[in-house]
């Protein structure tokens, strides 16, 4: 019997969730609707900072057509919403109420909900809600001295320390002392569909419905149970179409719990579907960091430690995240090189904006875009090619695995695998880098601003602890694949049946894939940190390897012969070796096990496997970007003249789909490094409130970009060797970005800042025009 | 809060009798009173193209428009791309080439595309970046929605 015979695994087939969305079919959190349902609308404070003197519904109940209206006394029976990731116990006083209590802590902040029989009445409901707020002055900076959140409760909510070895020591007796002060803007991962929540109490079987969930419908239920006091199995979520995730949407937010509230206290369905604005100043926002790092280093420019202080703007509230994403930050940031001593210490902040989550790659994008300035300075002030200053810190294929002596999101750091010198020279090869360089010296004389960056970076991926996975043939011979993933619109459906349909041997047009449904799966852990193909793909392998077994040794009994003479080959059931005689199929195998079928006897009715992967440390895929940009004097505008990622991720399930992520990455990231920035004037009024004012990048903007998919390092940590691959695209374009900026005027270190606005440009050509013009020296210096 | 009246909207040929607002959005009203949700609403200002539908043939934002000033005016949503089960050729080069992921923006893309294709079948490749950079996509850095409409627009003009 021949096993495991790879055909779909590794190939780019076309997407099965592709038909219903290119046909109008979709149903997202808005297409959803039930009979009776009521619409709730938010009344947000429109102040950043204040106490609450007094909220008044009466006017707005007053207005027919409105049902009800809740201040923070109609809700105060609920505790704040609870911690997902990272949670340290000091957090837990500013956690979010679903209504603002006393205090209003940024504009956007929901103080009252109003409930009517049409969604424009209730928004025309709301501006009738009086609310009474004494304005006090906003905290706006995290990077500025901490104030008082609370009485005898201070703005740092918490500092986070990660290190190893003697920093000290490494900082006396270096050769050179590099420091650098840079931060990052406020960017989120604003995907195109809002978020939205409809809230269903199905009184006769007292069982409360939640859709319009993502991300991690499981958690959800359960915090969502706690906070109402229901026995979770009263209460289910489930997951439609999303349009899109970026780790903002899906977690748990006030809305989410109000519409469940209001459903069981109404008996009535309530939806509630946010508008853009709302989205812009409620949802999670994320990134904004201000970060002081120095490193240590020897005469050839080798690094002895890296010592990094920093100050994470978390917002108005500490939410699901809690401290995940300065964690991450703090952990990661060590990246692919050999760091004798390390000490991170980061500064949790709470201040008068959005409060933060995750955003695609947190706490790396900030991190690599801190440790590749590093690297950058680190070249410039020895004068060392900034190629070879990091091929002379990276760690080496041999040295693997690493163990990084930090931990995160409760694993400990152990660099599974990975030839960092061999991707990056992949990726130099594929730019033509040294002919690059000629061509942009050439390009300078002749008067251009053009320049050339690299950036290298590690991700992460896959983490645990477990994932579950039933599969059930059906009578039909259609096989259902349940699993406890999400779906965010990554290809979730795709990736988990070419996997089924390899290890199992059946045909990937009869596999159907469910994620995101409570009422399928006991539990679930969802879709985020580039984790469903690692675990959910592994736990899919498992339990197909386990139903073909079944499968096999049913065949074999009612065909009167031994398992290994047969094989399941497209979903049919042949005989293999001397054994020459007809074959069965699925559907009859299927038959024979199912209840009343007389072979069944004594057997357990059904034709399904499950099977559970658990895993205690995250994966460690890698990448290298490459970018080239112009700049156009005059408006300081900066053009992405070509872009390049090579990222490893073990083993590649689907290709397409990984090319897919790795350029949507890419082009979010640009957002962050070139255009996104949630701005606000110093009373804490948000200037970013529509697409004319957060601007994302559109087709005109993203330049081509080249992707190799590397398969040097599979992961040992899973039998395919799988690694994510959802956040390497976005991971290092503010650092790469900054780099080839910087190279383009001539100027190390100019770029300290990320979005990098034609106002700095502006401001450095200006000082450039005083200072004496730009040799024509190739790279640097 | 405002009266209601009686408008006829005519969407992928059918005729949609519906009582509606004056202030309400012809976006709402292709949704919600005429049932046809393939069309998203993505910002509501007029900037991100989610909503694009297609009136007498020219590509609008459906969120900037009201229900009463399409009336009688012929619109076309994604849902009237597809004959029966064969897909147009606009929808079937976004699924060879990966053009989609989370697939909300999806329609507005694909209406945008099939109406200034419609109109100008020759149109040059530097024109239609322009084009296309009317709408937003947030997953796919659009390079596979540029080679799929640049497919999609070869097969058109030979069709």
Redesign the interface.
């Known amino acids: 019997m021949t096993t495991n015979r790879q055909k779909l695994v590794g190939s780019s087939v076309r997407r099965k969730e592709d038909g219903p969305l290119l046909r109008g079919q979709g149903r997202f959190a808005a297409d959803i609707n039930f009979p009776d349902q009521l619409h709730m609308r938010v009344v947000r404070s429109a102040q950043a900072h204040g106490r609450i003197r007094s909220v008044d519904l009466t006017p707005a109940l007053a207005i027919p057509g409105v049902h009800a209206a809740w201040a923070f006394a109609d809700v105060a029976e609920l505790p704040p919403i609870g911690f997902r990731l990272t949670r340290l116990e000091q957090l837990s006083a500013y956690r979010q109420t679903i209504l603002a209590k006393d205090r209003v802590r940024y504009v956007g902040d929901p103080v009252a909900v109003v409930f009517a029989n049409d969604p424009y009445l209730a928004e025309d409901a709301t501006e009738h809600v009086i609310v009474d707020v004494e304005e006090m002055s906003p905290i706006l900076h995290a990077d500025q001295a901490p104030g008082e959140f609370a009485s005898n409760l201070s703005t740092e909510a918490a500092v986070i320390r990660k290190g190893y070895g003697d920093i000290d020591a490494a900082f006396r007796d270096a050769h050179r002392i590099i420091s650098l002060s840079l931060a990052i803007g406020r960017h989120s991962g604003v995907p195109m569909e809002t978020r939205g929540a409809i809230g269903h109490y199905d009184s006769a079987t007292d069982m409360l419905k939640m859709y319009g969930a993502a991300k991690v419908p499981h958690w959800n239920r359960a915090q969502i149970a706690k906070m109402l006091g229901r026995d979770p199995a009263g209460i289910h979520c489930y997951e439609g179409h999303v349009g899109g995730g970026f780790g903002i949407r899906g977690e748990l937010y006030p809305e989410d719990v109000l519409v469940c509230l209001a459903a069981l206290r109404f008996a009535r369905p309530v939806k509630w579907i946010e508008d853009r604005r709302e989205h812009l100043i409620a949802a999670n926002h994320s990134r904004q960091q201000t970060h002081h790092i120095r490193a240590a280093v020897d005469r050839e420019g080798r690094i002895l430690a890296v010592d990094d202080e920093f100050y994470h703007d978390q917002g108005g509230y500490m939410r699901t995240h809690a401290a995940t994403v300065p964690d991450l930050a703090a952990a990661m940031l060590p990246g692919p090189y050999r760091i004798p001593a390390y000490r991170a210490v980061g500064h949790i902040r709470l201040t008068n904006k959005t409060p933060c989550g995750t955003y695609r790659a947190p706490g790396r994008y900030e991190s690599t875009f801190v440790r590749e300035r590093l690297m950058d300075a680190i070249a410039a002030e020895t004068g060392i090619d900034m190629v070879e200053v990091r091929r002379r810190n990276l760690i080496d294929k041999s040295e693997m695995p690493v163990t990084r002596n930090l931990e995160t999101l409760g694993t400990d750091i152990v660099l599974d695998s990975g030839d960092y010198v061999k991707l990056l020279d992949k990726a130099l090869d594929k730019s033509g880098w040294t002919e690059l360089q000629d061509e942009l010296a050439g390009r300078r004389l002749a008067g251009e601003l053009v320049g050339a960056g690299v950036a290298m970076f590690v991700e992460k991926s896959g983490l645990g602890p477990f994932d579950d996975v039933r599969i059930t043939i059906g009578t039909d011979g259609f096989v259902e694949v349940v699993t406890g993933a999400a779906s965010v619109g990554q290809g979730v459906e795709t990736v988990v049946a070419q996997i089924c349909a390899d290890a199992l041997g059946v045909d990937y047009e009869r596999i159907s894939v469910i994620h995101g449904q409570t009422d399928r799966i006991e539990r679930g852990m969802g879709a985020f940190a580039s984790r469903v193909t690692v675990m959910t793909g592994e736990a899919t392998r498992l339990a197909a390897i386990k139903l073909r077994g079944k499968v096999l040794s049913t065949a074999a009994e009612l065909m009167q012969t031994s398992v290994d003479q047969l094989d399941l080959i497209g979903g049919e059931i042949v005989q293999t070796g001397n054994g020459v005689g007809p074959s069965i199929g699925l559907t009859e195998i299927a038959g024979a096990l199912a209840p009343g079928s007389r072979f069944l006897g004594d057997r357990e009715p059904g034709l399904f496997a499950e099977a559970s992967f658990e895993s205690h440390h995250m994966t460690y895929p890698y990448g290298v970007h490459v970018a080239v940009v112009s700049i156009a004097p005059d408006t300081g505008a900066i053009d992405i003249e070509r872009y390049l990622v090579a990222y490893d991720v073990g083993k590649a399930v689907n290709p397409m789909l990984i090319e897919g992520q790795i350029v949507g990455g890419v082009a979010q990231g640009i957002g962050g490094a070139l255009y996104e920035d949630f701005t606000y004037d110093d009373r804490g009024e948000p200037l970013s409130v529509t697409f004319a004012d957060y601007l994302m990048p559109t087709a005109r903007e993203v330049p081509h970009v080249d992707v190799i998919i590397s398969e040097d390092a599979p992961s040992p940590l899973n039998p395919m060797g799988l690694k994510g691959a959802g956040e390497g695209g976005t991971n290092a374009v503010g650092a790469v970005i900054a780099a080839a900026v910087d190279d383009a005027l001539g100027k190390p270190g100019a770029i300290t800042q990320l979005p990098i606005l034609p106002q700095r440009i502006r401001a450095i050509l200006k000082e450039n025009a005083w200072s004496k013009p730009r040799s024509g020296s190739v790279g640097f210096l | ?1 405002s009266e209601k009246s009686d408008i006829t909207l005519n969407i992928n040929g059918r005729d949609h009798h519906i009582r509606v ?1 004056s ?2 959005t012809l976006v709402d009203a292709i ?1 919600e009173e005429c049932g ?10 007029g ?2 193209g ?1 909503c694009t539908v297609l009136v007498a043939g020219e590509p609008v934002r459906s969120c900037l428009m009201f229900a009463q000033q399409a009336e009688g005016k012929a619109i076309r ?3 009237g ?2 004959q029966g089960d064969e ?1 147009h050729p606009m ?1 079937r080069a ?3 080439h ?1 053009g ?8 507005g893309f ?1 209406m945008l595309a099939v109406g200034v294709l419609e109109r100008e079948p020759e149109i040059s490749d530097e024109n239609l ?2 084009v ?15 080679k799929a409409v640049r497919s999609a627009a070869a097969e058109m003009r030979r069709s």
Request: proline share 2%; net charge negative; hydrophobic share 35%.
């Open positions: 809060m607002e202030r309400r949704r046809q949700s393939g069309t998203h609403i993505g910002c509501e200002h900037v991100c989610a949503t994604v849902e791309l597809a897909m929808q976004f699924m060879d990966h989609l992921q989370c697939g909300f923006c999806t329609p694909l970046i322009d296309l950079s009317s709408n937003l996509c947030r997953c796919t850095g659009y390079q596979n929605i540029i």
